[in-house]
């Protein structure tokens, strides 16, 4: 079993929405014995990647908000999917159950507030100062 | 009184887009539009980008296909720069054009329209989606997404992501394949094909369970698009242009995707944003085509790998006196052997040594004002046209895309359909669904039709004569 998956996902054209990308990214190397994906949406093949870990964390950027929010989360009791392709964490970890008979131990959404999401590649300096906290948290929260 | 039914938005499609039914005082179906209500306009922002731009760009238009669009901007590239690119950015831009194909052929029958034909039409509509089908088999539905999964490794490996790769560009893609990767992606064919296989076979068996629905699915002749190989062989990255009408016969031959505009032009209609493009010789409406995996194998003389050639004659022998296979319900049959097609060939293609070739690219200048490039997406035959000042920034363009060159015909199949099943009494669900169904055949993505971003719930709405809202249903 692998031990910790941190997952970076948003559109890194929208601003800020790219802020669980860029975290994750900034992440990479400095967390000894966790993987890094990073993707533009959630799609269903995650959920078998996802199962061969002992601990899941997402990271994506919230519309509201003005601090980073971490949620512990569980699988969707809802049967209906989100969409065609893109899932939100907690349908993936019900497709985790279902397809692969295990979820990950723990599963933690990290959300780091956005201000804009009009077109551009950069961060505003507030979501920008939101991602160093969301490294932090990342450390904080991963089990040894 | 008379009324009008409207689907909004309709479900397990990519995009927003309703439909609506219009019922007489009679009860009867009096007209029947399917109504793509997005809007984004990348021929416009796009205008003052730089050519060189153009592939990262386009392939934000959707998170299915951008791969096309990759691809057939970076051809459109190729074209401005009047150059001929080296054999092995061809034969790796074919491997991740024949990948795009299998990931989205695998979605669309295994994710998006596998739950109306395993749990049925008239299923219980909260379990009939991936959920419910992994309920009802649990492994058919684990080897539709690892098949997805396998189409999306080879353009990771390839583009080093798997979606909105800017790795294809004028002249060629950006890196070449790494040799080690090989043997990793071709340990995935036993089970692809093997998947591919089990994907037909139950295909069969849906084609008889249904074969009381089938015959209403969108089944009337009209033209079929497609490009062909020089030899007249199944063709998805180059070729030229083919027209064949509802009764076989072909009626345009090896047109060069840079004339298409003298055969083919854009219609509008003031309640769609998506537009309505037809052959110009038989004028709007009546020059009606489909394009896709539907039109693609009834217009190809044969494949040129043994497996889905095979099944190719049993498709074609299908359309017996017709001369073509005129049903709408068969793009899903069409779509399979696409799929078994696109497995055979990416390990021909695996296999080739000169897909290791480290000469990738050819540079040049601009050396035309305007260039085309065409190829066969997923849904279909996809046009990217520039024209572009001597630096290379983008004057003007235009995207023909294969949605909206299925318009008409998504069109006469909802209203088919809506003729066949709703006599102006209570509307049931499993009705709504098999309108909805209709248009699935046709995988429309509508991101991409209108140059828009978004997914696709449904929205019916039931409309008097005199437009006025009698009811609506909306999940």
């Excluded at chain 2, 340990?187 to 094909?193: V, Y």
Aim: with cysteine; proline share 4%; charged share 25%.
């Amino acid at each position: 079993m692998n031990h910790t998956l941190l997952i970076g996902y948003g559109n890194t054209l929208r601003g800020d929405d790219g802020a669980g990308i860029c975290a994750a990214e900034r992440a990479s190397g400095r967390f000894p014995g966790v993987d890094i994906l990073t993707v533009h949406e959630l799609q269903p093949e995650l959920a078998e990647t996802m199962s061969r870990y002992a601990d899941v964390i997402f990271l994506d950027a919230a519309v509201e908000g003005s601090g980073i929010r971490v949620v512990t989360l569980e699988p969707a009791a809802d049967s209906r999917p989100d969409g065609s392709h893109a899932h939100s964490p907690a349908t993936l970890l019900s497709l985790c159950h279902s397809l692969y008979g295990r979820v990950p131990g723990r599963s933690l959404l990290i959300a780091i507030p956005g201000r804009t999401f009009e077109f551009g590649e950069n961060l505003s300096p507030f979501t920008e100062e939101m991602v160093e906290q969301a490294i932090e948290e990342i450390g904080h929260s991963i089990r040894s | 009184m008379s009324k009008t039914i409207t689907i909004s938005p309709v479900t397990r499609i990519e995009g927003h887009a309703k439909i609506t039914i219009q019922v007489d005082n009679q009860g009867n179906v009096s007209d029947a539009r399917f109504h793509v209500n997005e809007f984004r306009g990348f021929e416009k922002f796009c205008e003052g980008r730089l050519m060189w731009e153009m592939g990262g760009i386009t392939s934000r238009i959707c998170g299915i296909c951008p791969t096309s669009h990759l691809i057939t901007s970076a051809k459109a590239g190729d074209d401005i720069l009047a150059i001929a690119i080296p054999e092995t950015a061809e034969k790796l831009r074919r491997l991740i054009t024949l990948a795009q194909w299998m990931q989205s052929h695998a979605l669309s029958f295994f994710h998006l329209s596998s739950p109306d034909f395993l749990l049925g039409f008239d299923s219980d509509p909260a379990k009939r989606n991936v959920l419910g089908l992994i309920a009802h088999d649990k492994e058919f539905t684990k080897r539709g997404i690892r098949l997805r999964k396998f189409g999306q490794e080879i353009i990771e490996v390839l583009g080093s992501r798997k979606i909105h790769t800017p790795w294809a560009v004028a002249g060629g893609v950006r890196e070449p394949f790494e040799a080690s990767k090989k043997d990793y992606l071709l340990n995935w064919i036993p089970e692809a094909r093997e998947t591919a296989l089990l994907a037909l076979e139950t295909l069969k068996h849906i084609h008889i369970k249904f074969e009381h629905d089938i015959p209403n699915f969108g089944n009337f002749r009209s033209l079929f698009l497609g490009l062909v190989a020089d030899d007249g062989a199944l063709e998805y990255y180059d070729g030229k242009l083919r027209l064949m009408d509802g009764a076989g016969n072909i009626i345009e031959d090896k047109i060069d995707p840079h004339n298409y505009h003298e055969y083919f032009g854009e219609a509008v209609e003031s309640w769609s944003y998506l537009k309505f493009p037809y052959y110009k010789p038989l004028g709007y409406p009546k020059g009606m085509y489909r394009v896709g995996p539907l039109a693609r194998l009834n217009i190809c003389d044969y494949i040129d790998t043994p497996m889905a050639e095979a099944e190719r004659r049993i498709f074609k022998a299908m359309a017996g006196d017709a001369g073509a296979v005129n049903n709408s319900f068969y793009y899903h049959y069409a779509r399979l052997i696409e799929l078994l097609f696109a497995v055979e060939k990416i390990e021909m293609l695996l296999n080739d040594p000169a897909i290791l070739g480290d000469n990738i690219r050819a540079r040049a200048m601009i050396n035309r004002e305007q260039g085309i490039g065409a190829s066969e997406a997923p849904r279909g035959t996809l046009f990217h046209e520039y024209w572009v000042n001597q630096d290379g920034v983008l004057q003007k363009l235009n995207l023909i895309i294969a949605t909206a060159q299925n318009n008409l015909a998504m069109n006469r199949t909802v209203h088919q359909l809506a003729m066949q099943y709703i006599d102006g009494s209570d509307i049931t669900e499993g009705i709504l669904n098999r309108i909805e169904a209709g248009i699935r055949c046709f995988d429309p993505c509508l991101s991409c039709s209108t140059h828009a971003v978004g997914r696709m719930p449904l929205h019916l709405q039931i409309v008097d004569a005199e437009n006025r809202l009698i009811s609506e249903i909306r999940r």
